[in-house]
């Protein structure tokens, strides 16, 4: 691995000022387009009952409730948070979760360009650009989404960028943001370790590898030094994120309930084997169909170590050729560039999108900027040390691989075009925050409303997330929804049995039932829930398959 506290070179011909900045302003606006175009579709998407949780349990806190205690849920509190941010804000409504969803992909999109840039030729700056934006918010994916992993792929974006500028200026301040940025990603996911462990292990191979020159003669002394400061000031970046959020946490007293939500609850799936630290090959099959687009992205990410290693080997045979010769050959070859930092990010992502339970499409979302980071690189290689520009205009069938990466990019593109208008066509406008039509939840959650008071709880079993998110209620117990019980079964059983003894405590002003559920529950009259319910409640009918039931 080409490590250690050398700077990297990068022999290039700047452009102008002027074309800079006419490039810059391209690549700003491309990115402002593509986060408007994606936040116009995404929240319209089919699979949003997560999305409605999250916004939901943000909702709660703004009004005042305690995450775990109050309302409990597996996930970090930084999804809680930051909805509960977007509520204040903006207040009830859909604003609130679009300002936070595209803030955070217009991060992660300005991170990877100019990680791009800055790891890469100059010239390479609108190819990153249209890279980033082809890939990290495409459908299958639900980059932009308020989901978890959005927020994880905008920190470690952010962390990786802090860590390469730091690596390219050496100015303390970038790496303790790099450090900040990537202690707050596991804060919405458990699995947003990647870009730490990346940064850290490229940083302690770094030490080695000045400690291993050092003692060989073939550097400073003082050389390792900055590298084990480095060490210490990124792993104290990392920590203030979670210290803050254990100290807001421990002011609720709810850092035994946090614990014990998003570190041991989630063993249950270890235990159910939903969850796997070794079978990787079973999550990679689970995985496949959700893979496929991204074949092309991979294909271009395997050539660069290939290109490389080739380019290594003919330059061994060169060894006779005279020092300024070799030099002057030099600057066709692959340079030193970050690709290992990317290599060690995209396979520690990889891992624990696989490591995880589910394994559906977005669970891959954090994976894809060190995938999109290493297809750049064949396309740098191409580059050389004169620019692309350059390059083509010099070997014009350069421009055939050009071509054929934007060939790969325009297919990603069409893969989330189709998914946008599919999503524009069910809103009245594709500017407009509003369905075309009111989907089931919001019919519910609007009877919802003229039933109950703002200051009385409601009731959703099972699990109808978009309910509670649009009827803007409190609910009656700590266990809003039974999806748990549904994945993991008696292994979960404490949270049926919690609810109940809520419900029977608190009851709530509305019970909303599924027809289904209804039945079930019902089959057995004798049931001491059944006859609660049948006691206590008065049906007022089914609306969008769901009974709405009063308290009388």
């Known amino acids: 691995m080409a490590l250690g506290n050398g700077q990297i070179p990068r022999l290039s011909f700047p452009p102008t000022a002027g074309h800079s900045r006419a490039l810059l302003l391209v690549c700003t606006l491309l990115i402002g387009a593509t986060v408007i175009l994606n936040q116009s579709a995404v929240h319209w998407r089919e699979n949003v009952v997560d999305s409605h949780l999250f916004a939901w349990h943000g909702w709660c806190v703004a009004e ?15 999804i809680w948070w930051l909805n509960a941010a977007g509520f204040w ?31 890469y030729q100059p010239s390479l700056l609108l190819i990153a650009a249209l890279t980033g934006c082809a890939l990290l918010p495409h459908s299958m994916y639900e980059g932009g989404a308020n989901r978890t992993e959005t927020f994880v792929l905008a920190c470690e974006s952010a962390a990786v960028c802090g860590y390469v500028y730091w690596l390219r200026r050496r100015r303390w301040p970038w790496l303790i943001a790099a450090g900040l940025a990537a202690g707050a990603a596991p804060l919405f996911k458990q699995s947003g370790l990647a870009a730490a462990a990346a940064i850290g292990v490229h940083l302690i191979i770094s030490l080695l ?21 480095a060490v210490l000031l990124f792993a104290a970046g990392c920590g203030i994120a979670p210290a803050l959020a254990l100290a807001a946490l421990a002011a609720q007293g709810a850092v035994v309930e946090a614990w014990h939500a998003v570190a041991v609850f989630n063993r249950v799936y270890f235990e159910a084997n939903d969850a796997t630290y070794l079978r990787v090959d079973r999550a990679l099959h689970v995985f496949g169909p959700a893979l496929v687009p991204l074949g092309g992205v991979s294909v271009a990410a395997v050539i660069g170590p290939v290109w490389r290693l080739t380019a290594a080997l003919v330059e061994r045979r060169r060894r006779t050729v005279p020092a300024s010769a070799s030099l002057a050959n030099s600057s066709n070859a692959p340079s030193r560039t970050y690709v290992e930092l990317f290599w060690l990010w995209f396979v520690f992502a990889a891992y624990l999108a696989c490591v995880g339970p ?3 499409g977005h669970h891959f979302l954090p994976a894809l900027a060190p995938l999109g980071l290493l297809a750049l690189y064949p396309v740098h290689v191409l580059a050389s040390s004169a620019g692309l520009g350059r390059r083509i205009t ?13 060939y790969v990019l325009a297919l990603l593109v069409s893969g989330t075009a189709s998914e946008i208008g599919r999503c524009w066509r069910s809103k009245s406008h594709w500017y407009s925050l509003e369905y075309a039509a009111e989907p089931p939840w919001q019919q519910q959650a609007a009877l919802i409303r003229r039933y109950a008071r703002s200051d009385e709880a409601i009731y959703v079993w099972g699990w109808s997330p978009g309910t509670y998110r649009y009827a803007y209620r409190r609910c009656a117990a700590r266990f809003a929804t039974f999806e748990k019980v549904g ?19 608190n009851p709530p002003r ?8 209804l039945a079930g529950v019902m089959r057995t009259p004798s049931d001491e829930f059944a006859q609660w319910l049948s006691t206590h409640y008065e049906d007022r009918g089914v609306t969008a398959g769901m009974h709405i039931m009063t308290a009388r």
């Open 64 to 78: 005042g409730e305690r995450p775990y205690i109050d309302i409990w849920d597996n996930k970090p509190p930084g």
């Open 487 to 505: 994945q993991l079964g008696r292994r979960v059983q404490f949270i049926l049995e919690s609810a109940l003894d809520d419900l029977r405590r």
């Open 358 to 360: 589910g394994r559906r």
């Open 89 to 119: 804000v903006c207040g009830e409504g859909f604003a609130g979760e679009v300002l936070i969803s595209a803030t955070a992909l217009a991060v992660a999109l300005i991170a990877f360009t100019a990680t791009a840039r800055a790891a």
């Open 209 to 229: 590898t000045a400690h291993y020159r050092r003692a060989r003669g073939n550097a400073s002394p003082g050389q390792c030094r900055p590298t084990a400061k």
């Open 510 to 517: 509305v019970f909303v039932i599924s027809r289904p559920d």
């Open 394 to 406: 010099a070997h014009p069938s350069s421009a055939a691989i050009i071509v054929a990466y934007l």
